[in-house]
């Protein structure tokens, strides 16, 4: 009788070990990558740290001629957030002129 009551756990068992094995991966996995927003002389920032070393230090737009700063916190940090996000899919981090279009206010 217990070996039939553990062959029918077994599975769920497995299955179980499983995914908290995956979710810890994804969980660790997404804390590898830092945003840093900071203000300068001309608007703001962002670095983007990789296992705590700066891997990406941006004081300026990306995309647009001349060094222009981004205006505002908000469009530094999304365009940040692009950025790692790219890098979590193993895609170049850079960003074309259209995706900076959609984030940031000219």
């Known amino acids: 009788m217990t070996r039939m009551i553990n062959k029918k756990f077994f599975p769920g068992v497995v299955t179980f070990i499983l995914l908290t094995v995956i979710a810890v991966f994804y969980i660790t996995r997404e804390q590898k990558y830092q945003i840093y927003l900071y203000k300068t002389e001309q ?10 070393k700066l891997f990406i230090h941006q004081p300026f737009m990306p ?13 530094a940090r999304k ?23 959609s984030i940031v206010r000219f």
Request: proline share 2%; no cysteine.
């Open 43 to 52: 608007g703001w920032g962002y670095d983007i740290s990789f296992q705590k």
């Open 79 to 101: 365009t940040a957030v692009l950025v790692v996000k790219k890098l979590r899919h193993n895609q170049l981090p850079g960003i074309s002129t259209d995706e900076l279009k």
């Open 63 to 75: 995309a647009v001629k001349g060094q222009v700063a981004f205006t505002d916190r908000k469009s």
